[in-house]
């Protein structure tokens, strides 16, 4: 008999940002790698997680969220939370219109810009990813919206996700 080694393991991040104003958020996942991701997800969204992403390639974990629960109410379409690989957290706001099984996505303002995008639930025991995304300052935020919700295929999310001027500079 051999033991099955999960791809993550599961460890306490006291410093997580999210764990700030709640140390049940003061956990992360090590990467196969050594890195340590997702920073301020619990323990029990973070053991969910290492299930799920057996699946993954970890090559595709830079772009990986994590679905966490708070205790917030959100307004009607939006939701779930996600946290990213830098333990930034990000809100679904609503379902994209034309692409299928995607989703409006934007994160918290956090080292200067917002990420706006298009993201996926990956029905991996609470896994998403981003599909698509810029980096943008606070004043390109409606912009970039509205250009996100616009697009009509997955081509045109490549294109405008890496077209010039998508990061903040």
Known sequence: MGIIRRMMDVLAVPDARLGASDVTRRWG?????????????TA?????AARGCDRCASSAFD??????????????????????????????????????????????YDDGHFRVGVVR????????????????????QIVALDACHDLVTHQELITWAESPGSDVG
């Open 29 to 41: 996942m090590r990467r196969a790698d050594g890195r340590i991701g997702w920073p301020g997800i």
């Open 44 to 48: 029990v969204e973070g053991d969910r």
């Open 63 to 108: 772009n990986a969220l994590v679905c966490i629960e708070l205790g917030v109410v959100l307004s009607d379409g939006a939701g779930p939370y996600l946290v990213d690989v830098d333990g930034t957290l990000v809100l679904v706001l609503a379902q994209h219109p034309a692409l299928s099984a995607c989703h409006l996505a934007m994160s918290q």
């Open 121 to 140: 639930d990956c029905a991996m025991n609470g896994w998403w990813r981003w599909e698509g995304f810029r980096d943008i300052s606070a004043d390109d």
